[in-house]
């Protein structure tokens, strides 16, 4: 049965064992039933595939289709013509990722559950009737509101909008978040469920090869609106850099929601009367002064103020051209390289965790592994709750690598 589900995929053996992080002719046993499938892999299996252990441990021959063994974005990542093996690939590895932080949660007890009543609560109040753009908006709105994401938010460097907190509020909701470069890769963000079967949880994916913190910002609350209003039909939600799914009034949708989180008209009115700036006379770097204190991007920034009424069409072709980096660098540590933005917060304990020593090594295609996630499995194999064998699987790195990229911290603890 696995050899059929693995078909159904699209996955050749050799690729997936190497994704897992198996070894070949061990894996190829495995799936042709000459040797059976140990039960410490099943639930990975489970989790990675997307479907029951009974199905995986299954040796009736033609038991049941592929269709059904296989869920369906398999069969979405498997059709679509701009996709490259290396998106195939990605999903494996995040769905990997998904198994094991599931596995994280069980061992915190820290199991998040609230997406879904927030999911539902935005169904819920959303006019299925209104049009897609007014369903994007109030469904932003709900969103603010339900989750705490007030405006304006005042700090000691001014008022700002909600890309500092906005990572750690989607996890708290119990949601995956990842982003990671994907160098051969048209996609520019995606989301489907990961999880073993019955406790799937949404997973938003953000590409972050040549794409701006900023960018990001707007692509993770962009596929958190696919989340909650598509992928429970499509399988998946796929988006693609400079190339828009032919699903536009979704797209629309998933825009507004973005933009009425995260650059809503009061924040703007109100870095506006705050830095005494007039829309009708900005410059470079009062145009990245509201993209520092927004953090978002200047496309949406302009958008946003052109939907308010604050400027006029022939104005947000004006604005739209202005070179802002340069002002914005100046403004915001965001704009910053990633080894700049490390060298200048001067991340005490946490410094030595870099891109790179996050970025796993036992699959095939390397992912970047969201830091909140290492730091915790870190953690426990600090405080022995975890060995140092299952640390480096959780990781997806071997144990000789664990202990060279973290083993002050583990000797000496993150003081």
């Not at 499938?37 to 289709?65: F, H, Q, R």
């Not at 052109?306 to 022939?314: N, Q």
Request: net charge negative; aromatic share 8%.
């Amino acid at each position: 049965m696995l050899k059929t589900i693995l078909d159904s995929t699209g996955l050749n053996t050799k690729v997936c064992a190497d994704l897992l992080g198996l070894d070949h002719k061990l894996f190829r046993c495995w799936v042709e039933g000459q040797r059976p499938i140990p039960g410490y892999i099943i639930s990975e299996l489970c989790s990675v595939l997307g479907v029951s252990s009974a199905a995986i441990t299954s040796t009736t021959p033609g038991g049941s289709s592929a269709v059904e063994d296989a869920p369906a974005i398999w069969f979405r990542f498997r059709s679509g013509e701009k996709l490259t093996d290396a998106d195939r690939e990605l999903v494996v590895v995040i769905r990997k990722l998904g198994h094991h932080m599931d596995e994280l949660e069980e061992l915190t007890g820290s199991r998040g559950v609230l997406w879904s009543l927030v999911f539902e609560g935005i169904r819920k109040e959303v006019n299925k009737h209104a049009s897609f753009v007014d369903q994007g908006k109030a469904a932003g709105k709900y969103f603010r509101q339900a989750r705490q994401l007030g405006f304006p938010m005042v700090t000691r460097d001014g008022v700002k909008g909600n890309g500092d907190v906005l990572r750690d509020n989607l996890r708290n909701m119990g949601l995956r978040v990842v982003e990671s470069p994907m160098p051969l890769s048209s996609l520019e963000g995606c989301s489907f469920y990961v999880g073993s079967p019955g406790a799937e949880k949404p997973c938003l994916f953000a590409n972050t090869y040549k794409q701006t913190w900023f960018r990001r910002n707007m692509v993770l609350l962009h596929e958190l609106a696919h989340a909650i209003f598509d992928i429970e039909t499509t399988a998946a939600s796929l988006d693609f850099l400079g190339h828009p799914d032919q699903r536009q009034i979704e797209e629309l949708r998933a825009d507004a929601f973005a933009q009425e989180v995260l650059a809503p008209q009061e924040l703007l009115h109100h870095i506006a009367e705050t830095n005494g700036l007039r829309w009708d006379r900005l410059d470079s770097k009062s145009l990245a002064l509201l993209v520092a204190h927004t953090q978002v991007e200047q496309r949406m920034v302009v958008k946003a103020a052109l939907d308010a009424k604050f400027i006029t069409e022939e104005l947000a072709g004006h604005y739209r051209s202005f070179e802002i980096h340069d002002d914005l660098r100046a403004l915001s540590e965001r704009a910053l390289s990633t080894e700049e933005y490390i060298e200048t917060k001067r991340l005490s304990q946490f410094a030595v965790i870099s891109p790179e020593v996050r970025t796993t090594t036992v699959p095939a295609r390397a992912l970047r592994l969201p830091l909140p996630y290492v730091i915790k499995v870190v953690e426990l194999a600090k405080s022995n709750d975890i060995s140092y064998g299952k640390a480096a699987q959780m990781l997806m790195i071997d144990k000789e690598t664990l202990l060279q990229r973290f083993g002050p911290m583990l000797e000496e603890g993150m003081a």
